[in-house]
């Protein structure tokens, strides 16, 4: 099956720097790379995802990148604000495998 | 367009206890999944479901677990005879096919006393 790996597993900025968090995956079937944002006590909520055929992604200050060949996709925020603060999850899916394989988190702290 | 629903958010349970944790898929999704979340760790994958179909419980455990996603009404987790271990939130996510994305919902919080 798949295995997706997450780096790193804490990261620390300070207000208005970049972060970024990367991802690897195993299974060249994978084909669907979404990013959620977890806040203490909350639900998981998709923030961006990727499919295989785009190389890159953007909404305001969060950018996906992805490199098919490397098998490894990253998230980019920019201009962090506290709010950014959380456990962000990367994960691949398939339409093979029909389903999500997360990675294990990464806490992200901004700070003011 | 109501999101994801879960109940109870929280349960509180003695060892030797049923817990029953209840999903309602979003409007239009037919395909429901089951996560565990440990304190400070990721989401472990459970069991994914569609109407009145387990499709893959290869994240649960085979004992004391089971699933079901009737062709009415919720989706239920049920967990027979709860041990401490099985102290975590329980998230629920749906989709509207296999492998698009998945819109979580706020978790039960299981305590085992």
């Known amino acids: 099956g798949e295995n997706v790996e997450q780096h790193p597993s804490t990261l620390s900025v300070q207000e208005g720097d970049s972060a970024v968090i990367k991802c690897t995956y195993s299974?060249?079937?994978?084909?669907?790379f979404p990013w959620y944002k977890q806040e203490l006590g909350k639900r998981p909520q998709l923030i961006i995802d990727i499919r295989s055929n785009v190389g890159e992604k953007k909404d305001q200050r969060i950018a996906v990148t992805l490199n098919k060949t490397a098998k490894h996709f990253s998230l980019h925020i920019t201009e962090t604000q506290p709010e950014d603060s959380a456990v962000y999850f990367c994960a691949a899916s398939s339409t093979v495998f029909n389903k999500f394989y997360f990675g294990s988190g990464t806490k992200l702290n901004v700070k003011p | 367009n109501a999101g994801v629903m879960q109940n109870p958010r929280h349960l509180v349970r003695r060892r030797g206890q049923e817990a029953r944790l209840r999903c309602s898929p979003m409007?239009?999704?037919?395909?429901v999944y089951w996560y565990r979340q440990l304190p400070e760790e990721g989401l472990k994958f459970m069991v994914y479901l569609q109407k009145e179909n387990i499709i893959d419980e290869s994240g649960m455990p085979k004992e004391r677990f089971s699933a079901e996603f009737p062709k009415e009404g919720p989706s239920i987790l049920r967990i027979q005879q709860v041990v401490r271990g099985d102290s975590a939130a329980y998230f629920c996510?749906?989709?509207?096919?296999?492998?698009?994305?998945?819109?979580f919902g706020p978790g039960t919080r299981l305590l085992v006393l």
């Open positions: 996510a749906s989709s509207p096919g296999g492998s698009e994305t998945q819109y």
């Open positions: 299974d060249s079937a994978s084909n669907y």
């Open positions: 409007k239009g999704h037919s395909h």
